[in-house]
């Protein structure tokens, strides 16, 4: 037809620059297909206590994220990062529902997302908080329809100082539709694009640190908060 073109999505390469130590290198990823596809990444050895399921931002390829889920699985976390429709997280924000059925049995269930990702995880999370044991939001803010408040959950929030696509401003307006114990961190100079490896964004703001420094703040503040999660509660 005449004024339609099909989307074109660039194609979906796991392993390419998401390596970042011999700890991460030895992460078991694939792409599974037996629950729609999803990237799985899993410990090397030993037991998995967590699952994470990371939301994509909209319009960012999930092997972005996998450097996170890598990196995570050192300290027991499988990581599921599931292919939405057209790379959007809005054409199936209860996503969640499939994998926590398929892979939460006997496991911590953390729901997390990027941006776009962290707004339709945000809304899981209003709707079915019964089904998680904690939400991890970054560089997100529920929906303005969204209202957090009067739960229990545990929720970290990752604001990045110089973000220019989820504003400082934004994040920090966001708070007050979450729990009351929502902890709330500041990355020191990083931006939009440091959470997920896809290369700058339009509208972001400059750097003051490198993706390298971001990243650890990023992984650092994930594993503590991790780490004093109580047990699983299902």
Request: charged fraction near 20%.
């Amino acid at each position: 037809m005449r004024g339609v073109q099909a989307v074109r999505l660039p194609p979906l390469v796991l392993g390419q620059d998401a390596i970042s130590s011999p700890q991460s290198r030895a992460a078991r990823v694939s792409l599974r297909r037996d629950a729609g596809p999803v990237i799985d990444i899993r410990p090397p050895q030993g037991e998995t206590h967590t699952l994470l399921i990371d939301y994509p931002g909209g319009r960012v390829r999930p092997q972005a994220y996998e450097w996170l889920g890598r990196a995570l699985a050192a300290s027991g976390v499988q990581t599921l990062i599931p292919v939405f429709p057209l790379d959007l997280a809005v054409l199936d924000p209860d996503r969640a529902d499939t994998l926590i059925d398929r892979f939460g049995a006997g496991k911590r269930v953390v729901l997390a997302g990027h941006s776009l990702g962290g707004a339709m995880a945000a809304g899981y999370a209003a709707r079915f908080p019964q089904r998680l044991d904690a939400l991890i939001l970054h560089a997100a803010y529920p929906p303005p329809n969204t209202d957090l408040r009067d739960l229990s959950l545990p929720v970290l929030s990752l604001l990045a100082e110089r973000d220019g696509v989820a504003s400082p401003a934004d994040v920090r307006e966001g708070r007050q539709r979450l729990p009351s114990g929502t902890q709330l961190v500041t990355l020191p100079g990083a931006v939009h694009s440091f959470f997920g490896r896809s290369g700058p964004q339009r509208g972001d703001g400059q750097p003051a640190v490198s993706r390298a420094e971001a990243e650890a703040q990023i992984l650092e503040a994930m594993q503590t908060f991790l780490q004093a999660l109580p047990p699983r509660h299902r």
